[in-house]
Nanobody, 123 residues
Framework: QAQLVESGGGSVQPGGSLRLSCVVS????????LGWFRQAPGKEREGVSC????????HYADLVKGRFTISRDNAKNTVYLQMNSLKPEDTGVYYC????????????????WGQGTQVTVSS
């Protein structure tokens, strides 16, 4: 079980950047996979990016490849999502989540969730 708290959301113009952070409190953080998910109005929650416990393995949704970067610092109990070249369609509530092991970076694989942070990309 883990507790997660996201921060870093906000409003930016298209082409701008944001860096999301998520502080994770877990007894077995070094054995915990983490992910970022987002949900836009009228859409299901989708996997944005996931990272293995060691940080060696990562997954990115096709729509964010080349623009977003996931990273983690286990010593700081934090996972990050650097978002560059933001587009209006990136707008949504972003959640971080934890699981023992992800395989396809799907929300159904994750059991502990943060409260979410709003990201709005508009002119």
């Amino acid at each position: 079980q883990a507790q997660l708290v996201e921060s870093g959301g906000g409003s930016v113009q298209p082409g701008g950047s944001l860096r999301l952070s998520c502080v994770v409190s877990a007894l077995t953080l070094d054995y915990t996979d983490l992910g970022w998910f987002r949900q836009a109005p009228g859409k299901e929650r989708e996997g944005v990016s996931c990272i293995s416990s060691s940080g060696i393995y990562t997954h990115y949704a096709d729509l964010v490849k080349g623009r977003f970067t996931i990273s983690r610092d286990n010593a700081k109990n934090t996972v990050y999502l650097q978002m560059n070249s933001l587009k209006p369609e990136d707008t949504g509530v972003y959640y971080c989540a934890a699981t023992a092991l992800f395989r396809i970076c799907d929300a159904d694989e994750f059991h502990d969730w943060g409260q979410g942070t709003q990201v709005t990309v508009s002119s």
